[in-house]
């Protein structure tokens, strides 16, 4: 900034108005807006449910991302975060064990296409 272009004139020290009077001081409210929300994962669940619902773990998880959602509209956000804890541990084992039982599956498939085609034979 260059203080020779800008005279003391120019910029005025007290608020107030051009006739003289003084201006009101104004008043601000400040409002917290908490983002700490707590997370129900319904996206997830549904897709276990739908998907690979390995044991029922899908459909538990979906019931208890529900339940986090109703705890969450009704505004118990502690009781929102266990339901929503609970439905992301279900859904971390119906993944897991899904993700599990189709490796095993294409495995098997791949070892009895393999012989029954007249692949590599452990018996030669």
Known sequence: MNPAQHSAQ?????LGRSDGTARQPQRFTAVKLTTDTAKDHIIWSLC???YTNPFCFG????????????????GDLDGARRYGSTARCLNIWATVLASIIICIIVIVLIV?????????????
């Open 10 to 14: 120019a910029v005025p020290l007290q």
């Open 112 to 124: 009895v296409a393999n012989q029954s085609y007249g692949g590599y034979s452990f018996y030669h």
């Open 59 to 74: 459909l538990a998880a979906l019931i208890y991302s529900i339940r986090a959602r109703d705890r969450k509209v009704a």
């Open 48 to 50: 276990c449910f739908v």
